[in-house]
Each structure stands twice: as C-alpha cells, then as structure tokens.
C-alpha cells in the first residue's frame, strides 16, 4: 500500500468519526435553548441547559473518548498492515 492509500484510508476513518461527533452536536443544540443579552454594546448568548442537554453532554465524554481510542488504534493497525507488506 502507498503513502496515498494510507493517507485516504487515515482520512476516511477520521471523516466518518467526525461525522458522528458533528451528528451528537447537532442533538445537543436541539435542547438548548439560548437567549441573546446584552451588556453595554457587548451581546452575548445564553445557554439554557434542560436535563436532556445535561446528559447528551454527560455521555458525550466517553463517546469523544472512544473515538478518538478507536482512531488510534485504527491507525496503528493500518500502519502496521503496511509494514508487513
């Protein structure tokens, strides 16, 4: 396998991961309710966190955890097919 071949295996496995993290935001912001507020000139939003939004961002740690654990071990599997090669 070619560094190419690597480089776009390493791009899709990161592509589709970033994908299902960009897909746990969007669920997130479904339960957030935000108000803008103004301070002098400066306006800022503000988060309203509801129990669901609580908990999306709860379990979101192990989720980032285990993506990011996957990627890696991913990679190292794919570098390591290619050395054996």
């Known amino acids: 396998m070619s560094l190419i071949e690597i480089k776009e295996d390493l791009t899709s496995e990161i592509l589709w991961r970033k994908k299902e993290l960009n897909n ?3 669920i ?3 339960y957030v309710l935000e108000e ?3 301070i002098g000139s400066v306006r800022k939003n503000r988060i309203i966190q509801t129990a669901e939004s609580k908990y ?3 379990s ?7 993506h990011w654990e996957g990627f890696f ?3 190292i599997d794919i570098i390591h097919q290619n050395l054996d090669a």
């Not at 979101?60 to 285990?66: E, K, M």
């Open 60 to 66: 979101s740690v192990p989720l980032i955890y285990a």
């Open 36 to 38: 803008e507020f103004s």
């Open 73 to 75: 071990k991913k990679s």
């Open 28 to 30: 997130y912001n479904n």
């Open 56 to 58: 999306i961002l709860r």
């Open 24 to 26: 746990i935001e969007k």
